[in-house]
């Protein structure tokens, strides 16, 4: 039954007046599988270095989820209850597609700028000109796998299978969504500004540390292997 143990989650912050106001996508069902794809940073031709690279590797995850309304009328929260009679699984959905939505210039202006020559458009010939052009940003969202995994992420791939659907409003009560999610590198969130890009970097930063901390635990097993293929 849903709520009985720990379950994924997809946090949306949404910049506000004064602080993030996050839209959390708890997973019904939690994934049975997952794929954990890495790829190497880019090459950096340093003093030729066949080592050397010019960042962090990059990380991506990919995923199943399932939906469905008669477990969550099944659940016996009132609220749950509720939504999922009315709607079926249609606001677990929405909620996902919501994700791949920009959310438009903070404070609703004109980010960014580019030049342009202003010949034949009113200006002297070969003269340059700053012309702001219209920008958008797609949400901070952190990806929370239990207390060891929590990373900023951009939702990058979403695709719904839609299996069933109520017989009054048509609105589909089991569904399966395809996820693809890219982690944000440090160097990537520094286009993230405000508590937004304190709080992903600091999520990175937990994150990397623990990893880090893991594998020096690994090394315990690493010595007595190592002992143990020892001659003497």
Request: hydrophobic share 45%.
């Amino acid at each position: 039954m849903p709520g009985k143990f720990l379950h994924g989650a997809l946090v949306e912050f949404m910049p506000t007046f004064l602080i993030p106001l996050p839209n959390i996508v708890i997973f019904q069902f939690n994934p049975e599988t997952m794929t954990h794809t890495w790829s190497q940073a880019e090459a950096a031709t340093q003093g030729g270095n066949p080592l050397a690279v010019k960042g962090v590797p990059g990380e991506t995850f990919s995923f199943n989820l399932a939906m469905d309304s008669s477990d969550m009328i099944a659940d016996g929260s009132p609220v749950a209850e509720g939504i999922a009679t009315v709607s079926g699984v249609y606001t677990r959905l929405a909620a996902l597609e919501m994700l791949l939505y920009p959310t438009g210039a903070f404070g609703g202006g004109l980010l960014g700028s580019v030049s342009v020559s202003a010949a034949g458009i009113g200006a002297s010939a070969g003269a340059d000109t700053q012309r702001p052009v219209p920008q958008s940003q797609v949400p901070t969202v952190l990806f929370v796998w239990g207390p060891g995994r929590i990373l900023p992420v951009r939702v990058t791939g979403l695709t719904i299978t839609e299996k069933l659907y109520d017989s009054v409003l048509l609105n589909p009560t089991h569904a399966e969504a395809q996820i693809s999610l890219k982690v944000l590198t440090p160097e990537e969130l520094v286009f993230v500004s405000g508590p937004l890009g304190g709080l992903a970097n600091a999520a990175y930063t937990y994150s990397q540390g623990l990893r880090q901390v893991l594998a020096l635990a690994n090394l315990a097993n690493a010595a007595e292997s190592v002992i143990g293929m020892l001659p003497v």
